[in-house]
């Protein structure tokens, strides 16, 4: 664990202070492991912060001190490499009155699939129960959205970033087993084709939407028939 650095978040009279953010998978987080933060936290007089993305950021820290910091939290880097898989955002849909599917197992299982994955470009996905899609998921790269009648629809290529964009619904009235073949076979045909620095967004721009969404189709219905084979 001593490995992994941090990032550099402010210089004030010469003296550098950084912050890191372990991963936390959706945002979930067990009592021991929220009261393990805050201890180590409290030891190198860091500062949390709850971020956007349903982690936990310690800032306020020594450069010196974050091989010890990382070694005494045993947690993994929410980020490694800056154009890959950031994070898997997650709605509290099994908790949720509001939900129309409990969605937490699939996005744990994408979580644990693609978190980390190398891409031409940072990448976010949320996967939500109801079309309330809480985490923002239509300003996401990727989004999974349960509808009204408990059948999934795909989002792609929104961003609330720099340069802002709607997301366009992909592929309606999916299973959760069409739902994450489709996430899978997105991210691979962005992989394949996309340019170093891409956004999803301006990729799909760049080729069209009908495009994409022929491609990606075609995609599903091959491997789909290679499975019942």
Same mark, same amino acid.
């Given at each position: ?129 109801? *079309? ?32 802002? *964009? ?64």
């Amino acid at each position: 664990m001593g490995n992994f650095g941090g990032n550099l978040q402010k210089i004030k009279n010469g003296k550098k202070t950084y912050g890191i953010t372990p991963h936390i998978p959706g945002g979930f987080v067990t009592p021991n492991t929220l009261i393990k933060i805050a201890e180590v936290a409290k030891k190198y007089k860091g500062v949390l912060k709850i971020t956007s993305g349903q982690r936990i950021l310690i800032t306020n820290l020594k450069e010196e001190d974050l091989p010890s910091i990382w070694n005494e939290l045993g947690m993994e880097p929410a980020v490694k490499t800056q154009n890959s898989i950031k994070n898997v955002e997650i709605c509290p849909a099994n908790f949720c009155k509001r939900s129309k599917y409990p969605t937490i197992g699939l996005g744990m299982k994408i979580s644990n699939d693609f978190h980390g994955m190398e891409l031409p470009c940072r990448t976010k996905i949320a996967v939500v129960g109801c *079309r309330n899609a809480c985490t923002s998921a239509y300003s996401k790269d990727i989004g999974l959205i349960v509808d009204m009648d408990g059948k999934f629809f795909i989002t792609v290529g929104g961003s609330a970033g720099f340069n802002p *964009r709607n997301a366009d619904i992909l592929v309606k009235n999916l299973s959760e087993n069409e739902a994450y073949l489709l996430v899978k076979i997105v991210l691979e045909y962005y992989n394949e084709n996309a340019q170093m620095g891409e956004k999803l967004g301006h990729f799909i721009d760049r080729i069209t939407i009908d495009k994409f969404r022929n491609d990606i189709i075609k995609e599903k219905n091959s491997k789909e028939e290679k499975n019942d084979n």
